[in-house]
């Protein structure tokens, strides 16, 4: 016999039971029930059912629809004053958690805080400028490098030759840039940092605000200049500058019109100038003409929405076409790089001098990341503690929800104290990102600030982040705590939460995880920093002073190098091009061996003959310059890298065949001496090419002078005056080569303190975490403690047994970490040509510390249940 | 003066009730007003009247004895309380006032009354 289904539709039933005002529903049912089986007799079942559908639809009306819970809540107001109060007795009562709860808190909201300052920043520069703009670069591959190169430079004739023959470009402008000169104005004179050398079009395409004078016409004509607001106070103080004259000395003293005045250029903006001159000003056309020198910068309009890959690939006929003559085109391969793109995306590209405080978007896109993911372990971390101490409040949830709270409502007010926490959390964070930023700001370079809170739509948003902030990770809390039976917890005050805390372990695993990766690599990085910066670099640069000349002063080396060697004080004084450890400039060199002459490109460094010797570089085959005067010129030495190259073709022929080789710009001089390799770039690059020539009769920009060491002062004074003497109206620019070289790795050891601080806050994080669960744990074995003690363990022995289990818990994400953090260092000590070897001690090292640490935190927990007192935790049973 | 708003189906629903004296819950009211006026009314129509009414004071109820049939559920007895006849006396007599002004058209009207 088939099984009818007896009594009416249950799902309508169910739904009619659902949406019913309780005080209604028991009589309607019944009225429903009776009609029902009524109908059945009369008409049969299936009428029925049909009627009965009909009839809970017609029910669902606004009458018997019982009211939505929300409405119950008519005293809502006061109930929140309640909540507020009892989350300020409960942290009152209980400091200690609050803090350290809070603290944790306010800690994560901070460094989220700094880090999201510096990431937003860095989003935004040259946020203010137009689309459609875009940098001009090269990839130069010369023979005699050893690896091509990606360069932000370009040929003064490329950027009009590329209007006139591409319709997709709009327009172009070239920079060129100086620094650190004198202008005059009458009998005023102001130094001014950097100023860029432009063509008339750079005021049309960049979004740079005039404040006088003509956009259009302010640069068309040679010798116009146009200033900062800042530039023309320095100058002229209040007076107008429009239309009156400066004057600037260098090789030649040029003359200039002031045409127009400009805002000052903001922070994020990845050009930074004072001062823009005319580009028709340069006097030299041949300097503007040359193919084949790149000495500046191009920067292009195209039509929006043009295909720059397509454009791309119409640039090496181009090259052909206008560098037929020279062969140069095979060297060079040119490529765009959006001008919004070129402050993050440009660290492969070198010689790129325009590019203020130039960060890879990489690492902005990192830090971002850490930023959330510090945010997430602290909210976690939050969670845990609160759930850790839920043994104080199961009393006071049992009470109220045997009076009749609702669970809805003890979620809600055990989330209300969450969100007051981390409010106070917020303002706490403030306070330590204040005390922070000056910091942050001398470690990044940057200037942040906190003065987006002073605008209202800011300040707003912080404070709803921090409120979501406390709603989510209130959340799972509130709920666990709301969970509590009366009955379970008013006998006995052990909650024992239902659920065993997996997720709150595996939490834990991770955080120490993160915390141990952090410390192997920044373990490394320090290693690596002080690595690079003791390293021998095969020259001495100990006490060495670079000293910058300019003009009069380069010229005329010899006389300053006398007049200051006659102090002993001054242990040597030698000329050259450029600073070691800059970029140094590279140029084309002709060889002559036995073979067919050879055009290479190599690393050009221009020297007085005293160069190697200051730096005492060895020079391991033939001789070192001469002092004589007929030799100046023509004396060329390599170093190794170089010989070698020279002689790829012919392995087994020894170097010093090469000395006597002719050599040089016009073979005119010869090889006289192979130099031992030294690292004249920083320690990231292998060491390339290199060849030095003596030169007197060149215009000298740097001048080293090698000091008594233990009398610093002295000889720089000595130094000053001998300047001062000679050259009184050039500015006196210094710097030790030591500390030019820790600035050449600045970027590092900027990444290595703030990983350093990162690891510090992981393990504080991590701690928080693992005081929370020690805690949780040790409450609930409350009554195991108090017996084992009655049995006769001892403190240590039960101190030992609580913290065993938390020794585990790292040992685990020591072995998760051990591979992950071995092959994140191994990414990116690759990039550096010359780095540490990767030991395994420091991850055991590492590893124990943080066992070490572990142990610490959680002995405080086992130590004080240990000693409870056995009779007051049994007294219960 | 009181005014006593009274809907035209609560007024039936209410004299139904007066009706059926002391045997008034929702299946007796529903089908005493589907035989006497042949319409249909629906339990929803019906329960938010009566709830209504109830609310206005002039329906009191009390709870009646649960028979199997209803699935253990108990009735619902309804009375019309003292406003409640007031109520439906003066909407009676609003009728009347207005039905005796009206003009005689026909004499077979006036027969009628």
Partial sequence: ?877 | MKKYQLGEFEEIVMLTVAILTNDAYGVSIKKEIESRLSRKVSVGALQTALKRLEMKGYLKSHEGEATEVRAGRPKRYFEVTVPGQKAIAYTKSIRDELWSAIPSLSPELKVVY
């Fill in chain 1, 1 to 877: 016999m088939r099984k009818r289904k007896a009594g009416p539709p249950g799902l309508f039933l169910r739904f009619f039971r659902w949406f019913c005002h309780p005080e209604l529903k028991d009589y309607i049912e019944g009225d429903m029930m009776e009609l029902y089986y009524e109908r059945i007799k009369n008409k049969g079942k299936r009428r029925a059912d049909i009627k009965f559908i009909i009839d809970v639809v017609l029910l669902f009306r606004p009458g018997i629809i019982r009211l939505s819970k929300n409405m119950k809540y008519l005293n809502t107001y006061a109930m929140f004053r309640n909540y507020f109060k009892v989350t300020f007795r409960n942290l009152v009562r209980h400091k200690g958690y609050a803090a350290l709860n809070i603290a944790g808190f306010a800690a994560g909201i901070a460094v989220c805080i700094v880090i999201l300052l510096f990431v937003s920043f860095e989003r935004s520069f040259d946020n203010f400028q137009p689309d459609d703009l875009y940098r001009l670069n090269e990839v130069q591959a010369f023979p005699g490098m050893l690896a091509s190169q990606e360069v932000a430079l370009s040929m003064s004739p490329m950027g009009p030759a590329l209007k006139d023959e591409f319709p997709e470009i709009k327009n172009f402008t070239r920079v060129s840039w100086f620094r650190n000169y004198m202008v005059y104005s009458g009998s005023k004179k102001a130094y001014l940092g950097q100023s860029f050398l432009v063509d008339s079009t750079f005021l049309q395409m960049f979004n740079f605000k005039m404040i006088e004078g003509n956009r259009a016409t302010a640069l068309m004509k040679p010798n116009q200049a146009v200033l900062t607001r800042s530039a023309a106070r320095k100058i002229f103080g209040d007076e107008d500058p429009l239309n009156k004259m400066i004057t600037y000395y260098s090789r030649d003293t040029m003359t200039f019109m002031v045409t127009g005045v400009l805002k000052d250029v903001p922070e994020n903006s990845q050009m930074q100038f004072d001062a823009l001159y005319s580009f028709s000003s340069l006097k030299d056309p041949t300097l503007a003409e040359n193919w084949g020198g790149n000495w500046l910068n191009t920067y292009l309009e195209l039509q929006p929405h043009a295909d720059i890959a397509a454009l791309e690939k119409k640039f090496p006929a181009f090259l052909k076409e206008h560098m037929a003559s020279s062969e140069g085109w095979k060297y060079y391969t040119l490529f765009l790089l959006p001008y919004k793109n070129v402050h993050a995306g440009a660290s492969d590209i070198g010689l790129d001098y325009i590019n203020y405080h130039k960060f890879d978007g990489k690492y902005t896109d990192l830090f971002f990341g850490l930023a959330l993911i510090i945010l997430v372990i602290a909210c976690i971390n939050f969670m845990n503690l609160s759930t850790a101490r839920s043994a104080e409040r199961a009393k006071e949830v049992g009470i109220r929800k045997s009076i009749g709270s609702r669970r809805i409502q003890l979620a809600f007010q055990f989330i209300t104290e969450s969100v007051i926490m981390s409010l106070i959390a917020l303002v706490i964070a403030l306070a330590l990102v204040y005390l922070m930023l000056p910091s942050v700001n001398s470690l990044s370079q940057r200037n942040l600030s906190l003065d987006f809170l002073l605008k209202p739509w800011p300040a707003i948003l912080t404070a709803g982040g921090a409120v979501v902030i406390g709603i989510l990770s209130g959340i799972y809390p509130a709920f666990y705590l709301s969970g509590f039976q009366p009955v379970k917890v008013l006998k006995s005050a052990n909650p024992d939460g239902g659920s065993r805390p997996v997720l709150r372990n595996v939490l834990v695993v991770i955080q120490f995880s993160s915390a141990i990766c952090l410390m192997i690599n920044s373990v490394f990085i320090v290693r690596q920093l002080n690595f690079m910066l003791s390293k021998d670099p095969g020259f001495d640069k100990s006490n060495v002073v670079d000293i910058e000349l300019n003009g009069k002063s380069g010229s005329n080396t010899e006389e300053l190098k006398t007049e200051l060697l006659k102090n002993n004080l001054i242990k040597g004084v030698t000329a050259c091009q450029d600073i070691l450890g800059s970029h140094l400039d590279q140029s084309t060199v002709e060889f002559r061996g036995d073979g067919p002459k050879r055009f290479l490109t190599a690393t050009r460094l221009i020297v007085d003959p005293d160069y190697l010797r200051l730096y005492k570089i060895p020079v391991i085959y033939g001789r070192d310059f001469s002092e004589s005067n007929s030799a100046r010129g023509n004396e060329y030495i390599i170093n190794e890298t170089f010989a070698k190259e020279l002689l790829s073709d012919e392995p087994g022929r020894p170097m010093s065949s090469l000395i006597g080789d002719r050599f040089g710009f016009d073979s005119t001089g010869t090889i006289i001496g192979i130099a031992r390799d030294f690292n004249f770039n920083s320690l990231h690059n292998k060491i390339e090419t290199l060849f030095i020539n003596n030169n007197v009769q060149y215009r000298f920009s740097h001048l080293s002078v090698k000091i008594d060491g233990s009398k610093t002062a002295e000889s720089l004074a000595c130094i000053r005056s001998v300047w001062d003497s000679k050259y009184p109206d050039q500015p006196f620019r210094y710097q030790f080569l030591d500390d030019h070289f820790n600035e050449v790795y600045q970027s590092d050891s900027q990444v290595s303190s703030i990983v350093a601080r990162l690891t510090l806050l992981a393990f504080i994080i991590s701690c928080l975490g693992l005081f929370g669960l020690a805690s949780y744990s040790a409450e609930r074995r409350v009554k195991e403690v108090g017996i084992r003690k009655v049995f006769g363990a001892s403190v240590a022995g039960i101190a030992v047994m609580l913290s065993k289990d938390f020794i585990k818990y790292v040992m685990v994400a020591s072995v998760i970490t051990l591979p992950l953090a071995w092959f994140i260092v191994r990414q990116w000590i690759r990039n550096y040509a010359y780095h540490i070897p990767i030991s395994l001690w420091i991850f055991l090292v590492s590893v124990l510390a943080s066992i070490v640490i572990a142990l610490v935190t959680t002995s405080y927990q086992a130590v004080k249940s240990a000693s409870a007192n056995p009779v007051s935790s049994l007294r219960n049973e």
